[in-house]
């Protein structure tokens, strides 16, 4: 038995981003496929509360999500979300924190809609009790201790905290929490991410949770969604033979998305360049040449404001030399550490000036 | 393939209107003041070279081209905005050209100095300029700090001195990881979830300590109760009225014996005074008889019979004989004398028979012999006092019995009041003490409820007298006072705790919040500056130490290429041929030597010819040795000018010696003896490969 989880759609209209709609949409036709029948959605349904519920209503009375009990709780974005605002009988609103049993009393879920202010401990505490030997699961919606240090510019601020005393101490089997966009796990707690991108900084291939509460397994699924955000940065070098350079850079760029040939088209691109060019003036150009058929983000041109201009070659030498250095170091990769792009970057500035 | 310039096409160059003309091995360019020579050759330098901002350039609003051969198999053409440019090509083969080498190939001026304001025209960045691109790598090293220059990486650990930017880095790293230890301490710290199960506990405990409370006052309220309805039935058999009966019981027991005693006295006294009559009547009847005659017996003589007897004994034993016939006889005749008398009172015997009829009954009734009349008397005055006695007695127990019966009166009343009922007389010991025992119970009852209601401490107004569900027990209260205190302690515990996290990250971030969400968020945002921070510092550290790391590679090549340079033929050949006198050079402590077969001097120190062949042989040397004995071309611009007559024709020589060997040769001249001389010795060598152009606009 597997149930289908995920969050953070952001739903506004059909038409102001039909593509939250049609990742839904994805969703429920891969879900009928598999004969899952219960999809849950941890949090923020919608962008803002109760605006546009009708195109999402209309969408889950028709066909295949129809097929679908959908259970949802409130996020900090919907957090006024109501069963009264949907008429669509497969559709649970859940805003009070629930012990639902979806397929086992052995298995339960507890549902714990945001709520402004508190932790998720202190709403998860009385409801523990009544979970006690169980192989339990939360569903919530909002930040993981361990995630506090990453910077999330879609979700600034700190909403409903879980901390691993919490989990220590309440002990659910798994925990899976919406609010952060972005898919992946620690330990016990998932985020499912939103199943689309909602802007250029949530970047290529997004997924939905396939959860068996049984077996505790759970299946990353891809989800075809209608665009694909990149926000890429280049590296440039003066040099005579800069195009190319250009060109060597953006084919590395496109190979590491792991994208399909038919998928190009959903591509929306930013690129930002950095670094020394001999000629600003046909950059943009040429950075637009290098991604061929590649789509920029709202046709926003490469930004070459960080790009400074030199023709002084006679670094060059040193400058190619450097690089290859920086890419042959064994640097650990991490959110504090530079990439070789930065460190390349600040070579760059060291070896040009300022 | 030499690199050659074939054509030069230029239009509207200072004062130069139009310039059409290929060129040969050797070409002389004349041309008096403001015709356009310097023009001529600011163009090339434009056209052909980068970095032509070095050479402070003036701007022409020209059109033209220079065409090049030898870069390429075709003709290349350059002008001043071409965007590759000679370097572009020669860059193609010579990977370490020094970015100036158009100061090498250009001589604009008459100065062959290879550095201005140094000794000799030169230094060792020169050397290092021309032969291994050295002042790049000095240029590039001073935006690099010594700190850094002696870091190095290790198993992606940057090591160095802690200080400079390594230290920053170091103490940036500090800060971020400080951070990421109150992160770690907020995911372990904080759960609002047991803080509020405590609390819920605690609103628990305090909520039965408040059932608690109120039991007690209705405890209290029903003790109080009690102390009423025992108050009340300790008034009904009040301690004072206990004592009064006690007292009125203790006079009856008084009263009673005193009558006890005085009815027994009088009865003694009764039977005493039962003989008075008696005694009176024997006083009548003793006096008669004694008014008869004196009954007495001399018992006197029977006295004095003795004495003598006695005398008598006393005589014989002093053995006065005469003394003891003596009182023998008149002891004799005194006994016979008492006989005679008795005798006398035996005839007389009636009244004795009555006297001693009255003795005997005397004795009788006294149990004590009559010894005469005063005895009787006597006895007769004694019972009269008696009798006076036994009146006294009467008069007693009258008033004794009155008053023991309003004693039993008042007993009677007692009893009543107390029980309700009468007591039998012989009840009243029992019936009193089971009252005095009845009444210290209720006492003792009222003392034990006062203390147990004291012990409440309850004020009487906070008495409830509605039942609980609950019943007060002290033991109870005082275990959910201990429960209560331990769960307070864990509250407080955790608040503590709370509160220390909070000041640590206020302290951390230099914003005081209140909520969790906005201290965590303001953590967050100081995580995201100080991670940047460090982020760019590492970067910057990193990008230095890869650059120092090359700049080193190329610096080990660069002395060798200094002195590989110096010694190699393609640069010593020149400085031959120019002077005719040294043959090599040598660097020591950053000053060139040139050595000849007999003498070695610093450059400084040389003639002023002789440093500026050095300098000329120097840049053919340099040019050679960087483009890897390839030929060029050479631009002098009134190289000569200042030179004397003499060394100028040893300049000219060299110079066409150097066309022969295959360099181009520009020679810009204004000068008419230098032009003559260039002229006769460049036609008698190059003939149809000179050139001579005229420069008249």
Redesign the interface.
Known sequence: MKVAITADIHLTTRQQHPERFNALQTISSILHDQNITSLIIAGDLFDRDQDHVSDFDRMCSESPLHDLSIYIIPGNHDPGIKQSHFASSNIQIIDTPKIVSLFSDDYPFLFVPYQL??????????Y?EALRDKSWTLIGHG?F??T??K?NPYE????M?L????ID??KPAKVFLGHIHISGDIGRVNYPGSPVGMDINETGHRYFLLYDPISGSIDKQIINTDVLYFNESLLLLPS?VESNYIFEQANRIMESWKIKNNERNKVRLRVIAKGYS??RERLTGLIKEAFGDIRFYKDEPPDISDVKVS?????E??AK??IQ??QD????CS????TKS??????L???Y?G | MSVRIDKINVRNLGPIREFNHEFRNVNLIFGLNEQGKTCLVEFMVKSIF??STMWNLRKWDSSGMIHVSGLEERTVSFSPSS??KL??YL?NQH?????NISKLLIVKGADLNLLKNTPGGIDRSVLKEFLS?GT??DE?EN??STTIQKAF?DN?IINGANRGELKKRIETKQN?DK??DL?KL????????????LK?SLENIKDQIARQKLAKCYRAFTLNRELETLEERLSRIPRERIDVLRNHHQTYQRIANEIRRFEKDRDDIQQECKHYNWLLKSESTYKDIMNRGSLKSPNWLLILSGILMVSSIYFLTQNILDGAIISIGFSSVVLFLFGLMNHQLLKRGGDMTEMNALKTEFKERFSIPLSGLPQLQETISRIEKTQQRLEFYTQELERHRSELDNTIQHINQIFYELLGKSVEREMWEPQMTDIVKKNKEIQDEIQRTKTNLTLLEVDPSDYKQEATRVEYSKNTVQQLEDERDTVQNQIDNEESKFNSLKQRISQETGNFGS???QL??N??EK??QV?NE???L???I???I??N???N??RDREEETIREGLSSDIVKKPLQVLTHKYHSYDLRDDILWVISDFDEYPLSQLSTAAIEQTLLSLRIGFAAHLLDNETLFLVLDDAFQHSDYQRREWLIDEILNLAENGWQIFYFCMDNHIRDLFKEKAQNTFGEKFSFITLNS
């Open positions: 202010g508190f932790t998720m401990g202190e709403v998860i505490d009385p523990v930040d201790a361990p506090f240090s910077y600034p601020g700190v909403y905290p901390t691993n005393r919490d101490m309440y005579e001999t000629n023709d002084d070659l006679e670094r030498n040193i030399q450097v250095q920086i170091m064994n640097w650990p959110e504090d550490e530079p930065d460190i390349e970057h600040a070579a500035t060291v070896i000036g | 980068r970095n965007l590759n370097e572009d860059n990977l370490n050209l020094p970015n691109g790049l790598l590039i935006r690099i990486i992606s971020l951070i990421d992160f907020i995911d372990e710290t904080l759960s609002r979830g047991k803080y509020q199960a819920r909520s969790w969400d965590i968020d953590l967050k995580r995201r991670s460090y982020c760019t590492t970067s910057e990193l990008a230095k890869s650059v790391t090359i700049l590679e190329f």
